[in-house]
């Protein structure tokens, strides 16, 4: 089986080539990123070594070494190949995004197909990742996308921990998991959430964009119930993005109340104190992927408030294309749709 290359939203993720070979050495010079190495990247010697033995391995059973290339410039690689650091040459995962385009959620982008591909298409049992134990990024994106922390591992670079990703069992569709991105854990809403969700559907600048009830009394306890008594599909519902223990925001992945076919419906809302940072993009593409790259959706949509310009530009920007207009919840939305691009090809 070859080595396949795949498109994400915004990365070409395809087999190294020998012309890669600059492009990565120049990447691996910045010590600052490469700290969390096997090796001293930042050394050139160390790095040409290294990207020649990558590039001669080949791609046994489909597995091999995948260039990050974001609209032809390369940001970083992604690796499958049997461990020489870990007993009984299990597959083992490895990632590295220049810090140039660190913390943009290219390397969960990449990620997310590649292990899916490891999973669904190689059926591998197991995916092994081994992670320095003050790479904290790295921890909370191994833990962002499923793996199991599961022991200690010394390597050169310095210690480290031993992370592992298991095929799910039983049901393909999870129960409702919490997600985790660079600044957020995106967890199911709770009762105890209310209070915040309360402040958040107050405040005139967000009334304004809900339903045209949104004013009278009662309808926000009523909205918070309808949501926490939400009994869909498994692995859908609604989400508390939390940061640094604040609930800062509330979204949705779930079949739609307004939309034919109860097709499913992402929504996000971020109080006005906590806008202006990123964090909506942020929750939303996280909810975005786990219903196309998790849940295996053919398509996400999105209804956006015709005033709504702020999440018009963000609907935007995560790839969703707008197909039409309508009459939604009161008022006039823009209809909008993902699209799953993932495939091998």
């Known amino acids: ?185 995106i967890r199911p809403l709770r009762e105890d959430d209310r209070r915040d969700v309360r402040d958040i559907f107050s405040d005139p600048a967000i009334t304004r964009l809900l339903s045209k009830n949104a004013n009278e009394p009662g309808w926000i306890d009523e909205t918070v119930d309808r949501r926490l008594g939400y009994d869909g599909p498994a692995g859908m519902g609604h989400w508390a993005f939390v940061e640094d223990d604040i609930l800062v925001g509330v979204g949705h992945l779930r079949p739609s109340w307004e939309l034919p076919g109860g097709v499913p419906e992402i929504g996000w809302f971020l109080g006005t104190a906590h806008q202006g940072r990123g964090l909506a993009t942020e929750a939303a593409a996280a909810l975005r992927d786990h219903g196309l790259y998790t849940l295996r959706l053919p398509a996400v949509w999105a209804l956006v408030h015709r005033d709504n310009t702020a999440s018009t530009r963000l609907s935007e920007r995560l790839g969703f294309v707008e197909v039409g207009t309508g009459q939604h919840y009161g008022d006039s939305h823009r209809v909008c749709v993902a699209l799953p691009r993932a495939a091998s090809r």
């Not at 492009?23 to 700290?35: L, N, T, W």
């Not at 390369?74 to 913390?103: C, M, N, Q, Y």
């Open 1 to 185: 089986m070859s080595q396949p290359t795949f498109e994400t939203n915004r990365l070409t993720l395809r087999p190294m080539r020998a012309e890669d070979r600059d492009a990565v050495i120049k990447i691996f010079a910045d010590p600052e990123s490469s700290r969390y190495l096997t090796r001293d990247m930042s050394d050139q010697v160390n790095a040409a070594t290294s990207f020649e033995r990558w590039l001669g391995w080949g791609a046994p059973g489909g597995m091999g070494s995948w260039i990050l290339d974001l609209n032809g410039t390369v940001i970083g690689v992604g690796r499958f190949t049997p461990s020489d650091r870990l007993p009984g040459k299990v597959v083992e995962v490895g990632w590295f995004v220049a810090r140039s385009h660190a913390g943009q959620g290219y390397a969960s982008e990449a990620l997310r197909t590649l292990l899916d591909y490891g999973i669904r298409t190689l059926g591998l049992p197991a995916i092994w990742a081994l992670i320095h134990v003050d790479n904290e990024p790295s921890y909370r994106l191994a833990a962002g996308l499923g793996f199991l922390n599961v022991a200690d591992f010394y390597q050169p670079a310095g210690p480290g921990r031993i992370h592992v990703l298991l095929p799910p069992g039983g049901s393909t569709l999870p129960e409702q998991p919490t997600l985790r991105t660079e600044r957020l854990v």
